[in-house]
C-alpha cells in the first residue's frame, strides 16, 4: 500500500523564480493539504484541495496556489520566489475533507532559495 | 498567543528514561489530538491519536488529553536512542485544519 509520494526531494531555486511540487497521496485518499514547515518549526497548514478544489486556506500569500487532478494528485506553486520561502514543504492525505481521522504525510521537498 | 504552545527543547535523558513531552493549547474546540515523531529530513510520522480527553497506551507510549485544562501529553517508557527525534503535537475542531506545535527535540543518549 503506497503511501503519500512528493517529488522532487530537494530543490534550489533562486529568488523571483517560480517552482512547482508535487504529491500523490496514499491510496484510497482523495483529500491533499500542503504545509510549510520552516527550520526549527512545526508545519504550517497553507490550503486543502478536494474534488479539485481549494476547500481551505491558511495564511499565505496569493503567490501560493495549488491544483489537484483527477486521480487525486494535487500539484503546490509558488511564485516569486523569496529567501523566507526556504522550508520543508509536506503533502498529507485524508479520505475526505471531514474526516476525523489523522492525515498521512510524504517525506517533503526542501526547498532551498539563493 | 499561538494557539498550540510547545517546549522546543532540546531534551536529553538517558537511555532507559521515562520522557514526558506536553503542550498546551488555547482553542477549546480542539476535538483530535496527535502526537507525530519526526526524525531528520523525513516527513511526520503518526504515533499517536485521541478523541477528547483521556488517556491511551500503545506499546512503549502513552497519550493524556486532559480538556478541562487544555493540556496534552505524550510519554515514552523505556526510552531508546532510536526514539531521538522531534515530537510534534497536533490537534483539530472536526473537519477543520490541524494545527501544529513548534516540535520538542528529544535525545536519547545510550
Known amino acids: 500500500d503506497a503511501g503519500v509520494t512528493q517529488s522532487p526531494t530537494h530543490l534550489i531555486k533562486t529568488r523571483g523564480q517560480q517552482v512547482t511540487l508535487r504529491c500523490s497521496p496514499k491510496?484510497?485518499?482523495?483529500?491533499v493539504s500542503w504545509y510549510q514547515q520552516a527550520l526549527g518549526q512545526g508545519p504550517q497548514f497553507i490550503f486543502q484541495?478536494?474534488?479539485?478544489?481549494?476547500?481551505q486556506r491558511g495564511n499565505f500569500p496569493d503567490r501560493f496556489s495549488g491544483h489537484q487532478f483527477p486521480n487525486y494528485s494535487s500539484e503546490l506553486n509558488v511564485n516569486a520566489l523569496l529567501l523566507g520561502d526556504s522550508a520543508l514543504y509536506l503533502c498529507?492525505?485524508?479520505?475526505?475533507?471531514?474526516?476525523?481521522?489523522?492525515?498521512?504525510f510524504g517525506d517533503g521537498t526542501r526547498l532551498s532559495i539563493l | 498567543q499561538k494557539e498550540v504552545e510547545q517546549d522546543p527543547g532540546p531534551l536529553s535523558v538517558p537511555e532507559g528514561a521515562i520522557v514526558s513531552l506536553n503542550c498546551t493549547y488555547s482553542?477549546?474546540?480542539?476535538?483530535?489530538f496527535m502526537w507525530y515523531r519526526q526524525y531528520s529530513r523525513k516527513g511526520p510520522e503518526l504515533l499517536m491519536y485521541?478523541?477528547?480527553?483521556g488517556n491511551k497506551e500503545d506499546g512503549r507510549f502513552t497519550a493524556q488529553v486532559d480538556k478541562s485544562s487544555k493540556y496534552i501529553s505524550l510519554f515514552i517508557r523505556d526510552s531508546q536512542p532510536s526514539d531521538s527525534a522531534t515530537y510534534l503535537c497536533?490537534?483539530?475542531?472536526?473537519?477543520?485544519?490541524?494545527?501544529f506545535g513548534a516540535g520538542t527535540r528529544l535525545f536519547v543518549k545510550a
Open positions: 498529507a492525505s485524508l479520505d475526505g475533507p471531514n474526516s476525523n481521522q489523522p492525515q498521512h
Open positions: 485521541t478523541y477528547s480527553s
Open positions: 482553542n477549546s474546540a480542539f476535538q483530535y
Open positions: 497536533a490537534m483539530k475542531a472536526g473537519g477543520f485544519k490541524t494545527i
Open positions: 491510496s484510497g485518499h482523495d483529500t
Open positions: 484541495y478536494y474534488e479539485e478544489e481549494e476547500r
